[in-house]
T-cell receptor, first 111, second 117 residues
């Protein structure tokens, strides 16, 4: 079993839809949770960063962490074609330690 | 703007030659940097942790003599792929933790595409 599991998709939604991306993890030591967006042939771009449980909102993006169920979510409101990318969830046990990544979910937002 | 810079973004080399990829932290010091490898449509695979002033820590299955890592300064880490073969062709990405308001977050470089012909 991988430490971080993520549905690889692909996921296609119409423009304006609410997108829900999810991951589960198995390592109880994970405290830091991140979402990265990766466009084709580019390095990952940090979208959201969350420590421990709770919600964090930034514009159209909301990250949720439920440590009791080991569940990580990213919601994208009013999705845009420019949101089309691969979204990677990542976790670590320390703030400066290496990340454990999910496999990534490929998202396409159709105009 | 970019927080971590990688160079070159693309490189093509002949089989048997060596290639060096640089990773620089911009405007901050990084005593630790991470090197990843990514195959098409797959997630990032951690290769090694680069430590300034000491030897790199390699993940299981990664040949340290083939993938030489040197953390020459607090802002520069290099990955050298030695005696490259076509199966080494991949996307190589580095990352570095940066403290923002007392919290470390990890930023990635733009990645380097290596093609070995």
């Amino acid at each position: 079993q991988k430490e971080v599991e993520q549905d690889p998709g692909p996921l296609s939604v119409p423009e304006g839809a609410i997108v829900s991306l999810n991951c589960t993890y198995s390592n109880s030591a994970f405290q830091y949770f991140m979402w990265y967006r990766q466009y084709s042939r580019k390095g990952p771009e940090l979208l959201m960063y969350t420590y421990s449980s709770g919600n964090k909102e930034d514009g159209r993006f909301t990250a949720q962490v439920d440590k009791s169920s080991k569940y990580i979510s990213l919601f994208i409101r009013d999705s845009q074609p420019s949101d089309s990318a691969t979204y990677l969830c990542a976790s670590s046990s320390g703030s400066a330690r290496q990340l454990t990544f999910g496999s990534g979910t490929q998202l396409t937002v159709l105009p | 703007g970019a927080v971590v810079s990688q160079h070159p973004s693309r490189v093509i080399c002949k089989s048997g030659t060596s290639v060096k990829i640089e990773c620089r932290s911009l405007d901050f010091q990084a005593t630790t940097m991470f090197w990843y490898r990514q195959f098409p449509k797959q997630s990032l695979m951690l290769m090694a942790t680069s430590n300034e002033g000491s030897k790199a820590t390699y993940e299981q299955g990664v040949e340290k003599d083939k993938f030489l890592i040197n953390h020459a300064s607090l802002t520069l880490s290099t990955l050298t792929v030695t005696s490259a073969h076509p199966e080494d062709s991949s996307f190589y990405i580095c990352s570095a933790p940066r403290g923002v308001q007392g919290v470390n977050t990890i930023y990635f470089g733009e990645g380097s595409w290596l093609t070995v012909v």
